[in-house]
């Protein structure tokens, strides 16, 4: 089955533009989906099939998919976008989740 | 509104057994695969088994194989995650999410604590 590799940690300055990469062999090929979660809080869908965002997603996320790599992209972080992260993939024995990635908005 | 409650969490002991419950509403639950993914405290999300729209097809993550069974009423709109032969490993916030096949999961209940004591 696949694993999807995460940063542990990202940190991003206020205003700024924060990556969050999500690594597997050929990842491309697959629709990878991302999610926010905050402390307490069940995780929230924020891209879905790579690069699309859900009814309600502020336009400062984004996403791509490009060879071995997915990347969920927030433009103008904003304090209220410090959150973990996970992206997710359908595999053939089931549903893969990343590490996920810890944002700090400094 | 779409909604998914979770209940059926709580202490139990090594060993023991424990039935979770998940109830939708807002939508047509007969339609969608349903999930339960799982976090254990400080760690990511894993997941741990599916079911198909009709109950039909299962799938589950090979640690829960044999010992965790889901099910689905749909008459009741009602999602069930039976856990046996429980381990301190199995200690998590079990959340219940709907998904179409291959599709992401749209919309996730609160989830609902289940530990596991020795």
């Known amino acids: 089955s696949y694993d999807l590799t995460q940063p542990l940690s990202v940190s991003v300055a206020l205003g700024q533009t924060a990556s969050i990469t999500c690594g597997a062999d050929?990842?491309?090929?697959?629709?990878v989906h991302w999610y926010q979660q905050k402390p307490g809080q069940a995780p929230m869908l924020v891209i879905y099939?790579?690069?699309n965002r859900p009814s309600g997603i502020p336009e400062r996320f984004s996403g791509s998919n490009s060879g071995n790599t997915a990347t969920l992209i927030i433009t103008g972080a904003q304090a209220g976008d410090e959150a973990d992260y996970y992206c997710q993939m359908w595999d053939t024995s089931g549903v893969v989740f990343g590490g996920g990635t810890k944002l700090t908005v400094l | 509104e779409v909604q998914l409650v979770e209940s059926g969490g709580g202490l139990v002991q090594l060993g023991g057994s424990l039935r979770l419950s998940c109830a939708a509403s807002g939508f047509t639950f007969s339609s969608y695969w349903m999930t339960w993914v799982r976090q254990a405290p400080g760690k990511g999300l894993e997941w741990v088994a599916n079911i198909k729209p009709d109950g039909g097809d299962k799938f589950y993550v090979d640690s829960v194989k044999g010992r965790f069974t889901i099910s689905r009423d749909n008459t009741k709109n009602a999602l069930y995650l039976q856990m046996n032969a429980l381990t301190a490993e199995d200690t998590a916030v079990y959340f219940c999410?709907?998904?179409?096949?291959?599709?992401?999961?749209?919309?996730w209940g609160q989830g609902t604590l289940v530990a596991v004591s020795s």
């Open positions: 099939r790579d690069k």
């Open positions: 050929n990842v491309r090929s697959r629709n």
């Open positions: 999410a709907r998904c179409l096949w291959w599709e992401p999961f749209d919309f």
